[in-house]
């Protein structure tokens, strides 16, 4: 009897611990968490680095130093970030308009691959249609006055854009498609969000679901980092290789390095750099923080806002042929609290050329990992509290803002603290 009793104590062990066990398993392989950084500058890269290898075979590596040992694109992590920082110039083909002059500019706060207080400014006619030449986005900069982009009378629809963090976006890259589809179409019909079927351009003729930038409107990282040393810093290479235009006018009289400018070892060192990174971890936990979570999780705002996905399978072919996921990045727990889709929450000015998606902003730029490092909220940074940012929510996310405004000023302010905590 005494023997039966252990043995129904040990089933019953079991049983409690199984789902935890095999939460998100493949094969009976359980699921690990995701390598997290606390993003503070004062740690060293190791404190970033989630042991991805380069495609060269590198891993960690050892400082580079422009005079003695100057980076080298692959051959390691601090290799790739040495890269992601420095300056680019005239020389290297910057412009002719560009916004800045480093990846870093624009994700650096606090550490190399987060966010930026810098904003993309967008323009339109009063009907959302871009500007002579295509392109919505307005740059800051020019190497020439007579090159500098400048808006008239007719473009009467601005918006700005900030800037988002690329922490843990490696593992964003490894979750398959699959994922991103069964959780949308879990979603309440009044909150789903729209994914989008993109072209992943180091494949040719390959689509695959876009969860990165503004518009979801890429698949993959590098994709992402040819779209954004082209449009940013206006460097072409082998994936995105034509000079954009100026306002619908050729770029060519202000253009002296041939194209592409950066033969593709840029844009791969970027590309290893972000696979690279640990995601965003969170801040101290209190009881506030996991009531608040509760009262997150009751009033929807977990809907679009997806606390957690488990990465496809070490192995697993991704974009198109072009990427195997590794171990470092397969079958890891992320947590970033967005569904990487596309919403319609009223904060949007309609401006794009894009029908069907102009109306509204992916949750990838407002994905809350890493938001208390911030203080400007929105996607235009245009909310400077928790709570005002909350206010700004309309349209599909009407309900959940209303569920917030209906609890207590003690629930509130939980909720608030466990925003802030991540």
Not at 87 to 105: F, H, K, Q
Not at 128 to 157: M, V
Not at 343 to 362: A, C, L, M, Q
């Given at each position: 009897?005494?023997?039966?009793?252990?043995?129904?104590?040990l089933?019953?062990?079991?049983?409690?611990?199984?789902?935890?066990?095999?939460?998100?398993?493949?094969e009976?392989?359980?699921?690990?968490?995701?390598?997290?950084?606390?993003?503070?500058a004062?740690?060293?890269?190791?404190?970033?680095?989630?042991?991805?290898?380069?495609?060269?075979?590198?891993?960690?590596?050892?400082?580079?130093?422009?005079?003695?040992?100057?980076?080298?694109?692959?051959?390691?992590?601090?290799?790739?970030?040495?890269i992601?920082?420095?300056?680019?110039?005239?020389?290297?083909?910057?412009?002719?308009?560009?916004?800045?002059?480093?990846?870093?500019?624009?994700?650096?706060?606090?550490?190399?691959?987060?966010?930026?207080?810098?904003?993309?400014?967008?323009?339109?006619?009063?009907?959302g249609?871009?500007?002579?030449?295509?392109?919505?986005?307005?740059?800051?900069?020019?190497?020439?006055?007579?090159?500098q982009?400048r808006?008239?009378?007719?473009?009467?629809?601005?918006?700005?854009?900030?800037?988002?963090?690329?922490?843990?976006?490696?593992?964003?890259?490894?979750?398959?498609?699959?994922?991103?589809?069964?959780?949308?179409?879990?979603?309440?019909?009044?909150?789903?969000g729209?994914?989008?079927?993109?072209?992943?351009?180091?494949?040719?003729?390959?689509?695959?679901?876009?969860?990165?930038?503004?518009?979801?409107?890429?698949?993959?990282?590098?994709?992402?980092?040819?779209?954004?040393?082209?449009?940013?810093?206006?460097?072409?290479?082998?994936?995105?290789?034509?000079?954009?235009?100026?306002?619908?006018?050729?770029?060519?009289?202000?253009?002296?390095?041939?194209?592409?400018?950066?033969?593709?070892?840029?844009?791969?060192?970027?590309?290893?750099?972000?696979?690279?990174?640990?995601?965003?971890?969170?801040?101290?936990?209190?009881?506030?923080?996991?009531?608040?979570?509760?009262?997150?999780?009751?009033?929807?705002?977990?809907?679009?806002?997806?606390?957690?996905?488990t990465?496809?399978?070490?192995g697993?072919?991704?974009?198109?042929?072009?990427?195997?996921?590794?171990?470092?990045?397969?079958?890891?727990?992320?947590?970033?609290?967005?569904?990487?889709?596309?919403?319609?929450?009223?904060?949007?000015?309609?401006?794009?050329?894009?029908?069907?998606?102009?109306?509204?902003?992916?949750?990838?730029?407002?994905?809350?990992?890493?938001?208390?490092?911030?203080?400007?909220?929105?996607?235009?940074?245009?909310?400077?509290?928790?709570?005002?940012?909350?206010?700004?929510?309309?349209?599909?996310?009407?309900t959940?803002r209303?569920?917030?405004?209906?609890?207590?000023?003690?629930?509130?302010?939980?909720?608030?603290?466990?925003?802030?905590?991540?």
């Amino acid at each position: 009897m005494r023997i039966l009793k252990i043995f129904v104590l040990l089933i019953f062990a079991a049983a409690l611990v199984l789902p935890f066990t095999y939460t998100s398993s493949v094969e009976g392989q359980a699921a690990t968490e995701a390598q997290t950084t606390q993003m503070d500058a004062r740690q060293s890269d190791a404190n970033l680095y989630n042991g991805f290898i380069t495609r060269t075979g590198g891993g960690l590596g050892t400082a580079p130093d422009e005079c003695s040992n100057p980076a080298v694109s692959g051959r390691s992590f601090r290799d790739n970030k040495a890269i992601f920082e420095e300056r680019e110039g005239v020389g290297d083909g910057l412009g002719p308009t560009y916004n800045d002059v480093a990846c870093s500019a624009c994700h650096q706060a606090p550490v190399t691959g987060h966010v930026s207080q810098i904003n993309e400014f967008r323009a339109a006619d009063g009907n959302g249609n871009p500007p002579p030449g295509g392109q919505t986005l307005i740059q800051d900069r020019a190497i020439d006055p007579d090159a500098q982009e400048r808006i008239n009378t007719g473009l009467s629809t601005h918006e700005f854009r900030s800037t988002r963090t690329v922490l843990g976006d490696g593992f964003v890259e490894a979750i398959a498609n699959s994922t991103l589809q069964n959780n949308v179409a879990a979603q309440p019909f009044g909150q789903r969000g729209q994914l989008r079927t993109v072209a992943v351009l180091e494949a040719p003729g390959q689509t695959r679901i876009g969860r990165f930038g503004h518009k979801s409107q890429h698949a993959s990282l590098e994709s992402f980092s040819a779209d954004a040393y082209l449009n940013e810093m206006g460097i072409t290479s082998p994936t995105q290789p034509t000079e954009n235009n100026i306002l619908g006018q050729s770029s060519a009289p202000f253009d002296t390095v041939a194209d592409p400018e950066d033969d593709g070892e840029d844009v791969a060192a970027f590309t290893d750099f972000m696979r690279a990174l640990r995601a965003p971890g969170r801040g101290p936990i209190n009881s506030d923080v996991i009531a608040g979570q509760n009262l997150f999780n009751s009033i929807n705002c977990d809907v679009c806002h997806t606390p957690q996905f488990t990465t496809a399978q070490a192995g697993t072919v991704i974009n198109g042929g072009a990427f195997t996921v590794p171990a470092t990045l397969g079958n890891k727990i992320i947590h970033p609290f967005s569904d990487f889709a596309l919403h319609n929450i009223g904060t949007s000015n309609g401006i794009g050329g894009e029908p069907g998606v102009n109306d509204r902003f992916s949750t990838t730029t407002i994905a809350l990992w890493g938001v208390r490092t911030k203080h400007r909220f929105m996607m235009q940074g245009n909310a400077h509290t928790i709570f005002d940012a909350i206010q700004l929510h309309a349209g599909q996310a009407s309900t959940a803002r209303n569920n917030f405004n209906g609890l207590s000023n003690t629930q509130k302010n939980q909720l608030i603290a466990f925003v802030l905590s991540l």
